[in-house]
């Protein structure tokens, strides 16, 4: 039998009667889900990949695989492959997603991580486990359940697979930087998506809308999404031209037992977050940081008391059941010290409970610059929300005042237009956004995209099926990519003033990389002296259509200029020809 053969098999599973090995418990706020649909799905993923390929396309690996454990049975695993390792019993307590559970893992290096365990509904258990290394790994389970203390187990982990390459960590050599675990440097260009969980939390069988969003982000060199656990709806007035369609506010699903209304905060919705596995697992394939926020305080969310144990539960479950992810980073609330939660303690002790149950040790930042300007040795990055006109020299500062720390601008206060007016904040135009962009880099910074049509409660998946005057304008940022990667900006010099307008990158060598802002008709360029004699060689890059001009060479004077071409700001490549840095 061919894959697709075998597929189509599968998938005449998707009618097996209720009680079948792969279902799940109801809840009183989603439908039935079973997990044999995702089975299915997977297959057909397969039969599609071998279409794909043979056409030439390329698309990664599943990042996810479900093993049941068997006691002497070896699991075959690959490092940075998220395997989940289920565990069933015969009977339930009465509160099962507080029964205390969890495995130690180890290998022959001394390498231990203590990983809490989730109920996964039914009769289930599991521990998620991202292998970060090859080699044999043994398990040991701890429990307060007796059918699920004491078990034991081992995987055989194989070399990561193609274009796996772990999870983000803080570059030790350059702590301003984030990479892999793997060595290769993670430059972040991060989009706004606070409803991702929605898109397709009420389908049980597909996420074909999540994919279309996340897809055109992956094509468009976004790699990071920063996006809610949950949010409710937004507090303020509704686009009278707004549909039910592509509103996902006032959403019918909920992270609790009940609904957002009348709350069961007592009890969780394990359906609610297998459907969000999914999201996290899709934006994984794609090559896409989750930063995920377990809170947020202005969407109208009906949450448990602070501190509760309705809270810490919530709160634990989620850290459990995400750490293992590689592709995860943690931000504890959206806004959180507004809106009323200014007790910058909760937050402390929030930091603390999540690094104490994340065995991944997964990054932490808070979206709060207030809290991450105070407290920042409690964070590994700070997330800023600046909106000043003068952005660069901002960043500047806030780059100067917080050293040792990657800087994420996670809310310039540009939100590019969309087709409904959502939240406009000051600039809609997507060239000031991306003028706002730019700075954040050319400050040695991060930044984050906001679209209306999918940063908040409305979201249009398929960007396609717009008319092209009202599709967002994600081709420039695909662009900035381009020019991020081909230079390494992320490891060039910032700040120092190189020219007598705009901004400098520079390597301390030969290569520059001027912002040459839209007013300059010239920009002069401040070179040092000893350079004089020497051949220049420059580049003009468009960063609206992502072409580069033909390279221009001219000796270096006293005071060398070059026009600038085009009406908006430009990027101009400057590379200094000499014997010491020639190639």
């Known amino acids: 039998m061919n894959p697709c053969e075998l597929t189509m098999t599968s998938l005449h599973r998707l009618t097996a009667p209720a009680d079948s090995e792969y279902d799940v418990r109801p809840s009183a706020s989603l439908p039935l889900f079973r997990l044999n649909d995702s089975l299915a799905m997977m297959k057909l993923a397969r039969c599609c990949l071998i279409v794909a390929l043979s056409f030439g396309f390329v698309l990664q690996a599943a990042a996810a695989e479900t093993f049941d454990h068997q006691n002497g049975e070896t699991i075959s695993a690959r490092q940075w492959d998220v395997a989940d390792i289920r565990f069933r019993v015969e009977s339930l307590s009465d509160r099962p997603v507080d029964v205390e559970f969890g495995a130690t893992f180890s290998n022959e290096s001394g390498d231990r991580f203590d990983v809490p365990g989730f109920y996964n509904g039914n009769d289930e258990y599991r521990v998620r486990f991202t292998p970060p290394s090859t080699g044999r790994w043994t398990y040991v389970t701890r429990a307060s359940q007796a059918a699920l203390d004491g078990k034991s187990g081992e995987l055989k982990v194989t070399a990561a697979g193609d274009g796996r390459k772990g999870g983000i960590v803080i570059d030790s050599r350059s702590p301003r930087q984030f990479r892999y675990e793997n060595g290769e440097t993670y430059y972040p260009i991060a989009f706004e998506s606070d409803w991702l969980f929605a898109l397709d939390a009420e389908n049980p069988n597909q996420i074909p809308k999540t994919r279309k969003l996340v897809d055109a982000l992956a094509a468009n060199g976004?790699?990071?999404?920063?996006?809610?656990?949950?949010?409710?709806?937004?507090?303020?007035?509704?686009?009278?031209?707004?549909?039910?369609?592509?509103?996902?506010?006032?959403?019918?699903?909920?992270?609790?037992?009940?609904?957002?209304?009348?709350?069961?905060?007592?009890?969780?919705?394990?359906?609610?977050?297998?459907?969000?596995?999914?999201?996290?697992?899709?934006?994984?394939?794609?090559?896409?940081?989750?930063?995920?926020?377990?809170?947020?305080?202005?969407?109208?969310?009906?949450?448990?008391?602070?501190?509760?144990?309705?809270?810490?539960?919530?709160?634990?479950?989620?850290?459990?059941?995400?750490?293992?992810?590689?592709?995860?980073?943690?931000?504890?609330?959206?806004?959180?010290?507004?809106?009323?939660?200014?007790?910058?303690?909760?937050?402390?002790?929030?930091?603390?409970?999540?690094?104490?149950?994340?065995?991944?040790?997964?990054?932490?930042?808070?979206?709060d610059y207030g809290y991450c300007r105070r407290f920042p040795q409690n964070i590994d990055f700070v997330s800023v929300q600046l909106w000043s006109s003068e952005l660069y020299g901002v960043m500047r500062n806030v780059w100067e005042a917080i050293p040792g720390k990657p800087i994420l601008n996670i809310e310039h206060g540009g939100y590019e237009r969309g087709p409904y007016v959502v939240f406009t904040g000051n600039y809609t135009s997507p060239e000031v956004c991306l003028e706002r962009a730019y700075q954040c880099v050319f400050a040695g910074t991060f930044p984050t995209h906001y679209w209306q049509g999918a940063a908040w409660n409305v979201v249009i998946a398929d960007i396609d099926a717009l008319p092209p005057e009202s599709r967002p304008r994600l081709d420039y940022y695909r662009h900035l990519r381009t020019l991020v990667d081909r230079y390494d900006l992320g490891n060039l010099i910032a700040g120092d003033k190189k020219s007598n307008a705009g901004f400098c990158l520079h390597d301390g060598k030969g290569l520059h990389v001027y912002y040459v802002p839209k007013e300059c008709e010239f920009v002069g360029l401040r070179l040092p002296s000893e350079t004089r004699g020497q051949t220049m060689t420059t580049t003009w890059f468009n960063p609206f259509d992502g072409t580069f001009g033909e390279p221009s060479k001219q000796e270096i004077v006293q005071w060398p200029a070059v026009a600038k071409p085009g009406d908006g700001f430009r990027i101009l490549i400057l590379k200094i020809e000499s014997d010491a840095n020639a190639k």
């Open 222 to 367: 976004f790699n990071q999404v920063v996006m809610n656990v949950f949010a409710y709806d937004v507090n303020w007035k509704k686009d009278s031209r707004l549909t039910d369609e592509g509103d996902y506010g006032s959403p019918s699903v909920f992270p609790f037992g009940g609904n957002n209304d009348s709350p069961e905060h007592s009890q969780l919705n394990v359906e609610y977050f297998q459907r969000l596995d999914r999201v996290i697992e899709y934006l994984d394939q794609k090559g896409i940081v989750a930063h995920l926020m377990v809170y947020v305080w202005n969407k109208r969310v009906n949450w448990p008391a602070a501190n509760s144990a309705d809270d810490n539960r919530y709160f634990d479950y989620v850290v459990s059941r995400y750490q293992a992810y590689p592709n995860l980073i943690w931000d504890v609330s959206k806004e959180a010290l507004g809106y009323g939660h200014n007790d910058v303690n909760y937050i402390h002790q929030r930091i603390e409970r999540l690094r104490g149950l994340d065995a991944f040790k997964r990054l932490i930042t808070v979206h």
